[in-house]
């Protein structure tokens, strides 16, 4: 691997987070391809410095076969970037995913109440109704749901939960206050800007007709902040 090789591969995964080696041609992109034919031929000392230069952006570079994840064909590999811990990919740094939610100025407040309980919910979608576990990285083939479902488990949330809470020992709550301003197309307007974000992070992938599912790369980060929050 030449250090030409080594800049074009850490340019291509620092925007797209993963280089895939793909045996079947359809489908295939050619620079992406041609990049993973570097990485699979690279001599040990070389995948050492690459790693070493990824690890000073802030991530680890993983590679995965099918003897690691289930969704990897036979002598295929998939290279992630996998961000460490307290460290923001440029797509989700917390600025630009609020503005991404609430583009308006002066709403700033309204942008971090809804992203973060979308956040949750998408999680209890793929993890906690699904009974699987955030170490469960080889489930995520099936960790799909829908925009509707989405959709009305934020309703359900906002109307069956948050606004039975008694208001008088919430009074200048502003999580509650946000939540409880919301007047029917809020909740939709949100969910879309939502999933967009997160499409465009790689985090979930939009299979078409309103169903998503999670990314490897979002299995692969869960599993180790999991795991290093156990450490």
Known sequence: MTPFDMGRISAYLLKHRKIEF???KRGRNKDE???????KDAPQDSMADLCELMNGY????ITLTTFDVTGIGSNER??????KPNVECPLLDLPRALERIEPTSGR???AKVWLTQFWLLHLDLIYTQRDR????????????????????AMREHVNEGVRRLNPETLANNEVYEVLTSEKGVTIDRYAKRFLDLMVDAFMLEDK???????????????KENYEIGRA
């Open 133 to 152: 576990g955030t170490d469960e990285r080889n489930r995520w083939l099936d960790a799909t749901f829908t925009k509707d479902a989405l959709i009305e």
């Open 33 to 39: 391809h041609e990049l993973a034919e570097v990485l």
């Open 78 to 83: 998939v290279y992630l970037l996998s961000r």
């Open 58 to 61: 802030g991530f680890d570079l």
């Open 22 to 24: 793909r045996t079947e």
């Open 108 to 110: 700033t407040l309204q």
């Open 208 to 222: 078409g007709n309103g169903v998503y599912r999670q990314t490897l790369l979002s299995a692969v980060e869960m």
